[in-house]
T-cell receptor, first 114, second 113 residues
Framework: GDSVTQMEGPVTLSEEAFLTINCTYTATGYPSLFWYVQYPGEGLQLLLKATKADDKGSNKGFEATYRKETTSFHLEKGSVQVSDSAVYFCALSRGGTSYGKLTFGQGTILTVHP | DGGITQSPKYLFRKEGQNVTLSCEQNLNHDAMYWYRQDPGQGLRLIYYSQIVNDFQKGDIAEGYSVSREKKESFPLTVTSAQKNPTAFYLC????????????FGPGTRLTVT
């Protein structure tokens, strides 16, 4: 079945540091890929997405590129801020009979210190 | 503003009681989903519904029930048969267009003692 694997956290960085959170997936066909962010006590917010190979999703300084050859969708940001502290989830969805169900990674906790 | 509302934010129940969590959306989305989140874990799918009056079990449906009588509403009942009901519950919806992104509500934290 489908699965998503994220790098284990927690990740602790200083403000303005470079961020990478690794995400790899297993799925048949051509899934859509997503990064969601969750702030403490809140629901998930869509951060960015990519729907086909070599697509780059970007939002709020975050980027991720859909790499089919390595089945990866790593999240990057050039300079993190304290306000980026949150839990980040990588997820995939397939069409067809999967009815748009999302398969999530386990989440990566990011803490950014001033 | 369009969005998804879940109520209440916090819910406390005694063991053995059924409890219903509310989820309403005004995004005109066809599909709706319920997920469970436990500390340090990803989200697990409980139930989903593609259209009114139709729903399917997700990966962890045992001990839960749902209904979909209106497009806007998808309530989740946590029954006394659910062995470990204490968790954070998230509702989501999705349009039928391409891209398949889901939009999430703020969640309900259920504590059963």
């Amino acid at each position: 079945g489908d699965s998503v694997t994220q790098m284990e956290g927690p990740v602790t960085l200083s403000e303005e540091a470079f961020l990478t959170i690794n995400c790899t997936y297993t799925a048949t066909g051509y899934p859509s890929l997503f990064w969601y962010v969750q702030y403490p006590g809140e629901g998930l917010q869509l951060l960015l997405k990519a729907t086909k190979a070599d697509d780059k999703g970007s939002n709020k300084g975050f980027e991720a590129t859909y790499r089919k050859e390595t089945t990866s969708f790593h999240l990057e940001k050039g300079s993190v801020q304290v306000s980026d502290s949150a839990v980040y989830f990588c997820a995939l969805s397939r069409g067809g009979t999967s009815y748009g169900k999302l398969t999530f990674g386990q989440g990566t906790i990011l803490t950014v210190h001033p | 503003d369009g969005g998804i509302t879940q109520s209440p934010k916090y819910l406390f129940r005694k063991e053995g009681q059924n409890v219903t969590l509310s989820c309403e959306q005004n995004l005109n989305h066809d599909a709706m989903y319920w997920y469970r989140q436990d500390p340090g874990q990803g989200l697990r799918l409980i139930y989903y519904s593609q259209i009114v009056n139709d729903f399917q079990k997700g990966d962890i449906a045992e001990g839960y029930s749902v209904s979909r009588e209106k497009k806007e509403s998808f309530p989740l009942t946590v029954t006394s048969a659910q062995k470990n009901p204490t968790a954070f519950y998230l509702c989501a919806s999705r349009s039928s267009g391409a891209g398949y992104e889901q939009y999430f509500g703020p969640g309900t934290r259920l504590t059963v003692t």
